[in-house]
């Protein structure tokens, strides 16, 4: 089969098509080989679009966002935290990248969710860190998008005006040089259907407590259209929405890391994510 122009060919991690459930544990993170169904599929070069993806249509676009963390205070971001523990580090992150969402976006106000992660390669020497996540997935259902709203408020002792719209905004930087190993597909939201979806119960346990998040995976389909960025750099980051009220029973955007065997001397992969809250009048 030939490859469209600015398109790679990539084998894309879904859930097996007879699954209706899923239950993941923390402690595992890599699902086995018997869950998956590894499809392969072209992916589009985002950079190369004629119409480059946007938030508003397929879900999500890259932008160009420097950060003086990532360049002054890269070891102390990087270092192992205990899970749902944040770090000075990751606050001060926050700090900076909260008023970018704001403006990109247009919201009355952005609250920083306590989900970030650093995530390493699993060719990267830190082996005890968080590894890419390895199959195609939501971070979370309409229900528990709305339970992480009141977490967060509740987290920034903010009890806010009334406001008609809320969205959970994501956001993806490498803190690698390029080329990436492993970068970041997403799938065009418009072309995700409800029937395409597998509830998933992801569960976590620390010392001080257990917590079972509700996300979702995704069975594979033809109709579904997949984007990268290739070559990212520490002062870009993908931002994609992972809930809408607007249209809560939307699927944007499914998105997952897979191996560029395109890439010249690949380096391994180490990258940040975080979630915000936006709220709009």
């Not at 879904?14 to 402690?27: A, K």
């Not at 247009?106 to 020497?125: C, E, K, L, M």
């Not at 009334?162 to 490498?174: A, G, I, K, N």
């Not at 395109?262 to 391994?268: D, F, N």
């Amino acid at each position: 089969m030939g490859v469209p122009p600015h398109s790679i060919r990539a084998k894309i991690p879904y859930l097996r098509s007879d699954l209706d459930t899923l239950f993941v544990d923390y402690s595992a993170r890599i699902l086995g080989e018997e869950t998956l169904d590894r499809q392969p599929l072209t992916i589009r070069n985002g950079r190369e679009a004629a119409i480059p993806p946007s938030l508003e249509q397929e879900g999500f676009e890259l932008t160009h966002c420097h950060s003086r963390v990532v360049q002054t205070r890269l070891t102390e971001l990087t270092a192992e935290r205990t899970p749902l523990k944040t770090s000075p580090a990751m606050k001060a992150y926050w700090d900076e990248t909260t008023p970018f969402i704001q403006c990109l976006t247009g919201a009355r106000a952005v609250y920083p969710i306590n989900a970030s992660a650093v995530r390493f390669s699993t060719q990267n020497t830190r082996q005890k860190m968080m590894t890419p996540a390895g199959w195609v997935h939501l971070d979370y259902d309409p229900e528990e998008a709305e339970q992480q709203l009141r977490e967060t408020l509740e987290l920034h002792a903010v009890t806010p005006a009334p406001y008609s719209r809320h969205v959970l905004y994501q956001s993806w930087r490498v803190l690698s040089d390029p080329p990436q190993d492993f970068p970041l597909a997403i799938c065009d939201g418009r072309t995700v259907r409800g029937e395409d979806i597998v509830p998933i119960e992801y569960h976590m346990k620390t010392e001080a407590r257990e917590v079972t998040y509700r996300s979702r995976g995704s069975r594979y389909s033809p109709r579904h259209q997949w984007w990268y960025f290739p070559d990212m750099t520490p002062d870009e980051m993908i931002i994609f929405k992972g809930f809408d009220s607007r249209h809560p029973d939307q699927s944007k955007t499914l998105h997952v890391a897979f191996h560029d065997e395109t890439a010249e001397h690949p380096i391994p992969r180490s990258s940040i994510e975080t979630r915000y809250f936006a709220l709009f009048d």
